[in-house]
């Protein structure tokens, strides 16, 4: 019988020799991202040999990465929206039960990405979404704005206006703000901010919605249990956002009630803690040792009286009063009233701007007081939440023209802005400009409703950030003393005004408390010649974790804050060693409580200052400390960055700064 060979792999069926006809191609797709990429859209940085480009080039590499992976994200899902259409709509009249387009669609995805089913369905849900429900938001991610991260939280802070039943106008009107906020908005979206900004507009475009899916969430509170196995389990609680707050600071106290000799992680301890606290037992530091000095309270005693546990929560004084009855036609837009007097209330537990006068709350108890903080200058601003009609002050706009509302009022002289009341299963058209949100520390944007329910708890207290019978201004403003005899200490109210300006740590990407942060003079404040230094004022003060503010201390880093002058915005810039300047965040809280912006902070008249004692000249003595050259660089380098930026960007507008996509 003889064997005859086929092809090239005949051989080695027949037990020869088959290397020659083997075709060595690997079966993978080679991919032309990896040699068919312009250096031009990477920032000029060879990704093969990034090294040779320097760090400048480096950072800017990174910048224009991110775009690219926005824009490729804006293609990826415009490709699943027309699987969509072609496997899901289309075939909607004749699907199965079990096997439908969706799920064609889906199991096509799912093999392309090599990802599970689920995340394949989350992916046509975030492409559709973003096309059919917010393709304005949609053309952000495109022209790289926003990240695939950041579209993502988009979707999901606005689910509740994407209901079923919710009108496509309020849909289209909630799209429109949020992308003309970040159209308009020079700087940067750390999650909070944005995640803040998303919120305030939805929460105002239809608040009984808010309120009707607040009460849903509070029916569900309760308590609920789950076995992890290995000898443990696992308790939750659901309840309030302020309860939240208190029950974990009770938790953390006495979990730091140890001595530095307990050797549990942080979290052991405040689980220990945790249920010492449930079940009324001592709970005891773990240190062994006899002559421990830690002072552990007794069960039953947690939380100590003093000092008591902090809510900082923030709105105007318009939020503080319930709103009026519906008069048969339409209800009253939530909380509109403002004080006769025009002058916000501070409380503690819930901070209060009213009349566009800018107000504080300190949680559930005392403020605990901050480090030192200044604020001086700021732009003059309208107030968008004063009602003429109940005795305020009503403005319309700043000197500028620029709005005070939401995003698109402070770009076009303000785009109307829709809200549907509901009543009696209706829904009516109001403006959206003058329903008033709070901010909770560590939670977030809520309700003018979830506001005045903190304001009535029994341990709320309120206080004036504007002390009663301080007089207006002429222009509407309200000016407070910047400071007390020592220029380098904040005034009270001009910390707490700080505090409620940044919210968070002003450091790009930190999430940190403001009201648990430093405050620091951005502009060096100069101790032997405060003449020379930064000012301890409103426009010179930002806060800063702890981290950033040693950073920035005993680092290289140099940041930078101004107004700008086309918009009256406060911006935040960050300058890295080598030169390249980072943005800061896009937004501050005076874009959810213009009244801020009506608090003028100047230094006390103090008389002549006291004449100063020389001392006899020094041999050889050096003309200025490290200290004092470092933050005289620092000065020149702002200068110089500022002269640069505005030559750049003289007749440039945002929406142009990064170019056309794909960069």
């Known amino acids: 019988m003889s064997i005859e060979s086929v092809g090239p792999g005949a051989d080695s069926a027949a037990g020869g020799d088959d290397s020659e006809g083997f075709d060595s191609t690997p079966d993978a797709v080679q991919s032309d991202w990896a040699t068919g990429v312009p250096l031009g859209l990477l920032g000029g940085v060879d990704p093969a040999a990034p090294e040779g480009s320097d760090t400048v080039a480096v950072l800017e590499g990174l910048t224009r990465l991110r775009c690219g992976e926005a824009f490729v994200a804006w293609a990826r899902y415009q490709s699943i929206g027309v699987l969509y259409d072609r496997l899901v709509a289309a075939r909607a009249e004749t699907d199965g039960l079990i096997v439908d387009g969706f799920s064609d669609a889906a199991a096509r995805i799912s093999g392309i990405f090599a990802v599970s089913r689920p995340q394949a369905e989350r992916m046509i849900d975030e492409a559709i979404v973003l096309r059919d429900d917010l393709p304005q938001v949609f053309g952000c991610l495109r022209e790289g704005i926003v990240s695939v991260e950041q579209a993502r939280l988009v979707i999901s802070r606005t689910d509740l206006v994407r209901a079923p039943g919710t009108p496509p106008e309020v849909v289209a009107a909630v799209d429109e703000q949020i992308a003309t906020t970040l159209r ?134 318009a939020t503080l009063t319930p709103p009026e009855p519906a008069d048969g036609t339409q209800n009253r837009a939530d909380s509109t009233a403002a004080s006769a007097d025009g002058i916000g209330n501070r409380v503690e537990g819930i901070a209060a701007f009213a009349d566009g006068i800018a107000g504080t709350a300190d949680g559930i108890a005392d403020r605990v007081d901050g480090t030192a903080g200044t604020a001086g200058g700021a732009a003059d601003a309208v107030d968008s939440e004063a009602d003429s009609s109940s005795g305020g002050v009503a403005h319309g706009s700043d000197d500028d023209g620029v709005s005070d509302g939401d995003a698109p009022g402070d770009a076009a002289g303000g785009l109307p802005g829709l809200r549907y009341a509901r009543k009696d299963g209706h829904r009516t058209t109001q403006s959206s400009e003058s329903v008033p949100v709070g901010f909770m520390d560590g939670y977030g944007i809520i309700s003018a409703e979830h506001v005045r329910d903190i304001a009535a ?166 003309h200025r400390t490290r200290a004092a050259n470092k933050h005289a660089r620092r000065r020149t380098e702002r200068h110089r960055n500022r002269q640069h930026r505005l030559t750049r960007n003289a007749d440039k507008p945002y929406v142009d700064v990064a170019g056309p996509p794909p960069f």
């Open 184 to 317: 308009t908005r020079r700087g940067s979206w750390k999650r909070p901010r944005l995640r803040d900004m998303v919120d305030r507009i939805v929460f105002r475009q239809d608040p009984d919605a808010v309120r009707e899916r607040r009460e849903r969430a509070l029916d569900k509170r309760g308590v609920f249990t789950d076995n992890c196995g290995d000898g443990v389990g696992e308790i939750t609680a659901v309840m309030s956002a302020e309860n939240v707050r208190v029950a974990v600071a009770a938790v953390r106290r006495l979990a730091e009630a140890v001595c530095g000799g307990d050797g549990r992680t942080r979290q052991q301890r405040a689980s220990d803690a945790m249920f010492a606290l449930l079940s009324g037992s001592r709970f005891e530091c773990g240190c062994g040792s006899d002559d421990c000095t830690a002072q552990i309270p007794e069960p039953g005693t947690v939380p100590p009286a003093d000092p008591r546990f902090v809510i900082h929560v923030v709105c105007n004084e």
């Open 457 to 622: 708890r029994p341990d709320a207290v309120t206080h004036r950030v504007v002390p009663t019978n301080t007089p207006e201004n002429a222009d509407g403003t309200y000016t407070l003393p910047a400071h007390g005899t020592d220029p380098y200490r904040p005034s009270t109210a001009l910390d707490e005004a700080v505090r409620c300006r940044d919210g968070y740590c002003a450091d790009p990407g930190c999430a940190h408390s403001a009201w648990t942060a430093d405050n620091d003079h951005v502009t060096e404040y100069d101790h032997h010649n405060p003449e020379a230094g930064g000012p301890t004022s409103y426009e010179n003060l930002n806060t800063k974790c702890r981290y950033g503010h040693i950073q920035k201390t005993f680092g290289d880093w140099v940041d930078d804050q101004y107004r700008d002058p086309a918009t009256g915005r406060l911006v935040t810039e960050y300058i890295t060693p080598e030169g390249f300047v980072i943005p800061g965040d896009a937004e501050t809280f005076e874009d959810t409580f213009p009244g801020l912006r009506r608090l003028r902070f100047t230094p006390p008249a103090t008389g002549d200052p006291p004449p100063r004692r020389m001392k006899p000249p020094e041999t050889n003595p050096r």
